[in-house]
């Protein structure tokens, strides 16, 4: 299960709203001090909110939980997402280069295929079940308290 940090929002009876930040690879990398990537992404860094179902926790406002969505419901959405719509493309420029068909007339109707692949998607989406897909909350986040004694100046 992939997992994120958040913070309750409001509680509405199963569901609970939360926000999380949407985070760039920069916090990763070595050198964020001194790239200017790095400062672009903190600035844009994006708020997301979204309804959890609360899984029997006892979550009140302003909490910062654990949200988590299963890795085969991100494996498969983006399968399902990308590549049926590229296989599709890539499945019609090849036929019709098989075929013989001229090259502009390929492009538009790989094109094409595409994004009859993407409109199929968004049929095909709205009739699947994705309740078990859905980010589902996990646990409260442990607080972190500082072990490190802190000096008095008088």
Known sequence: MVEESARVLRVEGDVVWVQA???SACGSCQAQKGCGHS???KAGQKQIDLPVDRNGL?????DQVII????QAILRSSLLMYGVP???????AMLLSLMGVEE???VLCAFLAMIAGF?????QSKSLKFSHWHPRLV???QSVESHIPMCETH
């Open 86 to 92: 590229l296989m599709a493309m890539m499945a019609v």
């Open 58 to 62: 006892d979550v009140s406002e302003n």
């Open 39 to 41: 400062l672009l992404a």
């Open 68 to 71: 988590g969505v299963p890795e």
């Open 104 to 106: 502009k007339i390929s």
């Open 119 to 123: 409109y199929w998607v968004n049929r």
């Open 21 to 23: 930040i949407a985070k």
């Open 139 to 141: 646990r409260k986040a």
